[in-house]
């Protein structure tokens, strides 16, 4: 249970089209991510589906029915907030009772129901609190919890772990993966941050001004990105783009080339540059190379190479791994 | 900044405020106290006498009072219902997007800043007038006998008159509130499955209930002390109907010109006054915590 599929959906608020016509299909346990810069109308699509709002044209239907027109309550599908929603009046046992209570669940299996949950989620010693006694990650596990005894045909994240600090969010990213794996439910989850979408997808949707980039498994993107978009916006730091001359000599308009993939050395190598900004991490080094011609490059080298601002360096790409683009963008093949 | 020497010089620097507001306070309260034991009549100058408690005693077993208390605590009770529920279901309706919001939202303050007694004028002579009033008029339109609202029902017409004024405040307070209810979490209960008004009883209303609190209990300071409306249409009447314990107050001190029952009734009036919110606070008081 938990397929999606949307076919030729359309969103337009007023005179602006946030989405063209888009189709997707969502299989039945995936975990799907849609990624995208700011604006790119990934929250708008999956409010979409949650109906939340209504589709402008085309159709969703959830496990081969068609919902276009239900209410977001007739659709099976729970939702994990941003800003995590919570009852704040409501203890946390309340607040993961509500879905059960709105279906007329009995109190037996009310109780049974919140108690595994909690249990899952390590809130049972929480229950009696307010979501304004918690934690953020608390929180977010309260919002899941929510989500969870509902038994949806999918959940939908929309940017949870934006409000949690950098260190929480990898424990949650984790959780959520976990989770996925228990449950097998399917989930789709809205983010900008691409690491996020690496780590947890099964599948992932890049989005561009509502539309689909490229849909694919985290490393198919990585190393076979369809368009110039994509290869620029998943792996960090970003792949670095040339143009001209140098471009030319591969036939291409443009070429790419990401920071790992660029060998440094004090000594010889195919492009000469001047060190920039150099940042030792210990693990790795992260260099910002003024190469001339070539434009601003940046390099990743595995562990701390010793180099400091205004050295003289040589880059090598490795030629296996350049990337070729025609002028409007797509990739060569 | 909290040593000994910051806290002194903090005092000291209060000070003038806290002098001048306790005598503010003090001296009136003192002399009402003094007055409201003694013997003292308009018509008698200059006869004043110690007379102890007596004043209170009258005060309290004159039956007058007992119609006074019971029409205070109907005229507090009736118009706070009337604006909270109906400021919830104005707010409600102000919340949604339609053509000319904003001035709506102005204009809905609007009674709010009419005078008391004008206010009062205006629905006795214009709306609750058995010969000219609108109402006898739309009454007679439908064909039905006019009704006498100041003399029939007179404390129901003083409640209306009172909620048409403070209905407004209600309203734009529980409006502000409505406005800072998170979309989110109504789109939450959307989605689990909440019904318009499962989200009304279940998200909307707790979170209203801090607004609400604060409306009941600053309304509930200045309905106590309900005047003008009465003075201006029903004079406390006919017989005590309309009588409340302010006014009771004033006819004792101004009419019958004993200002020592005035008094104690004044000290009455205050006692009473805390009493209330005493319970108001015991009942919904908790609301104002975070």
């Known amino acids: ?333 | 900044m909290a040593t000994a020497h910051s806290k002194t010089a903090a005092r000291l620097m209060i000070s003038p405020a806290v002098l001048l507001l306790l005598g503010w306070m003090l001296v009136p309260l003192g002399m009402t106290i003094y007055f409201s034991l003694l013997r003292y009549n308009l018509l008698m100058p200059g006869m004043e006498s110690f007379t102890g408690l007596d004043n209170y005693r009258y005060f309290l077993t004159d039956p007058a009072f007992y119609a006074a208390f019971k029409n205070t605590l109907l005229l507090v009770g009736g118009v706070l219902l009337i604006t909270t529920v109906g400021g919830v279901l104005l707010a409600l309706l102000l919340d949604q997007d339609f053509w000319g919001q904003g001035i709506v939202r102005i204009l809905t303050i609007a009674p709010f800043f009419v005078m008391p007694t004008v206010s009062a004028l205006v629905w006795k002579n214009m709306f609750m007038n058995p010969v000219n009033g609108l109402f006898a008029y739309l009454f007679q339109a439908l064909g039905l006998e006019p009704y006498d609202w100041l003399g029939s029902a007179p404390l129901f017409s003083i409640i209306w008159m009172v909620s048409w004024t403070w209905l407004p405040f209600a309203t734009l307070i529980l409006l502000t509130a409505l406005q800072s209810l998170d979309r989110e979490q109504i789109e939450a209960a959307e989605m689990d499955g909440a019904g318009a008004l499962a989200r009304f009883f279940y998200i909307t209303v707790p979170h209203l209930s801090r607004a609400a609190t604060v409306v009941v209990l600053i309304e509930t300071i200045f309905l106590l002390s309900v005047f003008a409306e009465i003075l201006v249409t029903t004079n406390g009447g006919p017989g005590y109907a309309s009588t409340n314990i302010t006014y009771l107050v004033y006819a004792q001190s101004l009419l019958q010109f004993d200002v020592g029952g005035g008094a104690a009734g004044g000290i009455v009036a205050v006692v009473l006054a805390n009493i209330v919110a005493i319970f108001l606070m015991r009942m919904i008081g908790k609301n104002l915590d975070a």
């Not at chain 1, 589709?55 to 995590?84: C, D, H, W």
């Not at chain 1, 006694?133 to 940017?159: K, T």
């Open chain 1, 1 to 333: 249970m938990g397929s999606i599929t949307l076919s030729k959906i359309t969103k337009t608020f007023g005179p602006k089209e946030v989405i063209p016509p888009l189709d997707l299909q969502i299989n039945e346990g995936e975990f799907v991510v849609f990624v995208g810069p700011s604006g790119c109308g990934k929250s708008t699509l999956l409010r979409l589906i949650a109906g939340l709002e209504d589709v402008t044209s085309g159709q969703i239907s959830i496990n081969g029915e068609e919902v276009t027109l239900a209410p977001p309550a007739k659709r099976g599908l729970a939702m994990v907030f941003q800003s995590y929603a919570l009852y704040p009046h409501m203890s946390v046992k309340k607040n993961i009772a509500f879905p059960l209570k709105m279906a007329k669940k009995s109190q037996s299996e009310i109780d049974e129901k919140v108690t595994n949950a909690a249990k899952v989620l390590n809130l049972t010693e929480y229950l009696d609190h307010r979501p304004g006694q918690l934690s953020g990650g608390q929180r977010q596990r309260v919002a899941i919890g929510r989500a969870i005894v509902r038994e949806p045909a999918a959940f939908l994240f929309d940017e949870p772990l934006s409000n949690l600090d950098a260190a929480l969010r990898v424990n949650m990213r984790a959780e959520i993966s976990d989770l996925h794996r228990q449950l097998e439910t399917t989930m789709i989850y809205v983010t900008h941050d691409q690491v996020e979408a690496m780590t947890m997808a099964d599948k992932i949707v890049v989005l561009q001004a509502g539309r689909i980039e490229q849909v694919g498994a985290p490393l198919e993107l990585y190393e076979t990105p369809r368009n110039k978009f994509v290869a620029g916006f998943i792996g960090s730091p970003r792949m670095n783009f040339i143009e001209g001359h140098e471009a030319a000599k591969h036939d291409a308009h443009t070429i790419g080339i990401r920071p790992e993939h660029l060998t440094i050395s004090t000594e010889s190598g195919a492009w000469q540059g001047k060190v920039g900004l150099a940042e030792h991490l210990g693990s790795d080094t992260f260099l910002r190379v003024d190469a001339g011609p070539l434009g601003e490059l940046t390099v990743r080298a595995i562990g701390d190479v010793k180099v400091k601002y205004g050295d003289t360096v040589f880059l090598s790409p490795d030629p296996s791994k350049i990337h070729r683009f025609d002028a409007g963008g797509l990739a060569l093949r």
